[in-house]
């Protein structure tokens, strides 16, 4: 059966600056590298230097939109001083989104903060929210004529986990009580700008969201399935839903901007959270990362999403496999579940891959590969992976074939 998106659905890939630009020397991941002796993010895939090539790919991939984020560290590299040499850089790239007619979806925060930032407090001083709502003001001010999508934080519940409870991304805390500090002030922040941007907008129509990371909870179904389903449900309720049902509370969310990659199975323990299991039994399969490879469930959470009566972007799906092939199932069959899930009535306006390019994976390094372009980080070339005319070949259609919709 043939399965048809709608009109100006937004078909594209999504990057974050320091996972891609290089060279930002004045963002706390670049110091937390060197402190922890991790692999550095050094020049990356230099798409500060090639991004009208990248854009050029995009385009000739059928891609009709764009997600990236402006890199904060470098428009406000001190404090108080606006870099306009940072920032031009950003303008470039819009226009030349524009020429191809590329629509942007642009993140102002992901994951990284300047390093003056993090050195007097990041997101546990409250005082400071002030300096980040100034570079969303001029960012949005600057670019508003050219930009109607904005995602304001990208993923604060993973970033908080890793940065302020697990300790592996900075600050490299280690702390319940400063992890929900941490996420009190970004939710703060992120109505603030929300408010913001809407002032900065006046009539003019923007449509602002998070980019929330969503996983779908199964019970593991060895020994206490009761149990197993209860802690399901509080990881579901904590994970997926707690700081979008406080956005969707406060009337801050014009879309849901949805990051999906994987199920996960959960076990009871000791802990509130319970955790996940990856007990050999379930036959599911795993990426490189051992994440569980679970497209229906992006059809179950669209399905579940569609209670907020909000629009839904799939702001990044993706997955890392040596083989060509496995990009090409774990592509087509997600894009299987959002196409259902469209037939079935939920109001989804796009799907972005991550990532248009291979790119720096966080304390993970160069290791992982989510590109549809694949990069030679010695020399910088690109070569376009052969899925990805799979995808591009969808994006044309704006269709996609299905055997079997139930
Ligand atoms: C993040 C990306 C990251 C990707 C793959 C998402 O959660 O937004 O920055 O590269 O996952 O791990």
């Not at 606006?82 to 950003?90: A, M, R, S, W």
């Not at 980019?211 to 019970?219: L, Q, S």
């Not at 389903?229 to 901007?257: A, E, M, P, Q, T």
Request: glycine share 6%; proline share 3%; net charge positive.
């Amino acid at each position: 059966m043939r399965l048809y998106f709608p009109h100006n659905f937004l078909w594209g890939s999504s990057i974050s600056s320091y996972q891609t630009e290089g060279g930002n020397i004045y963002s706390d991941w670049f110091l937390w590298e060197k402190e922890q002796g991790l692999e550095h993010a050094g020049a990356s895939a230099n798409h500060y230097k090639f991004f009208k090539e990248d854009i050029e790919i995009a385009s000739s991939l059928s891609h009709n939109a764009f997600r990236f984020s402006l890199e904060w560290s470098r428009i406000y590299p001190h404090k108080d001083r606006f870099n306009e040499v940072g920032f031009k850089h950003y303008e470039d790239v819009i226009s030349t989104l524009k020429k191809y007619n590329i629509t942007p979806v642009v993140t102002l925060h992901h994951f990284t903060n300047p390093i003056w930032y993090t050195k007097e407090g990041g997101w546990l001083n409250h005082k400071l929210i002030d300096y980040f709502l100034c570079y969303v003001r001029k960012a949005v001010s600057l670019l508003k004529d050219n930009v109607k999508y904005w995602i304001i934080f990208n993923e604060p519940v993973v970033y908080v986990y890793n940065g302020f409870l697990e300790g592996i991304w900075p600050p490299g805390l280690k702390s319940t009580k400063e992890a929900l500090r941490a996420l009190r002030n970004i939710l703060r922040a992120y109505i603030l700008s929300y408010q913001e941007i809407k002032r900065i907008y006046a009539d003019k129509k923007s449509f602002l969201s998070i980019a929330k990371n969503m996983r779908v909870f199964i019970p593991c179904f060895y020994l206490n399935f009761g149990q197993n389903n209860l802690f399901s449900f509080i990881r579901s309720r904590f994970f997926n839903f707690y700081v979008l049902d406080y956005l969707y509370k406060n009337r801050c969310l014009d879309f849901i901007g949805l990051n999906y990659y994987c199920g996960e199975f959960t076990k009871a323990n000791f802990s509130l959270w319970g955790r996940e299991c990856t007990d050999a039994h379930h036959k599911l399969k795993r990426n490189d990362l051992g994440w569980l490879v679970f497209p229906s469930g992006l059809y179950n959470l669209l399905v579940r999403l569609r209670n907020y009566n909000l629009p839904i972007v799939i702001t990044e799906n993706g997955t890392v496999t040596p083989l060509d092939e496995e990009y090409a199932s774990f592509m087509i069959s997600h894009i299987e579940s959002v196409a259902k899930a469209i037939n079935d009535g939920v109001d989804v306006r796009g799907y972005f891959w991550w990532s248009l390019l291979d790119n720096f994976e966080w304390d993970k390094g160069y290791s992982c590969r989510f590109g549809l372009v694949d990069v030679d980080f010695n020399n910088f070339s690109r070569k376009i992976k052969p899925f990805a005319l799979k995808y591009r070949d969808i994006c044309r259609n704006n269709f996609i074939d299905i055997e079997n919709v139930d």
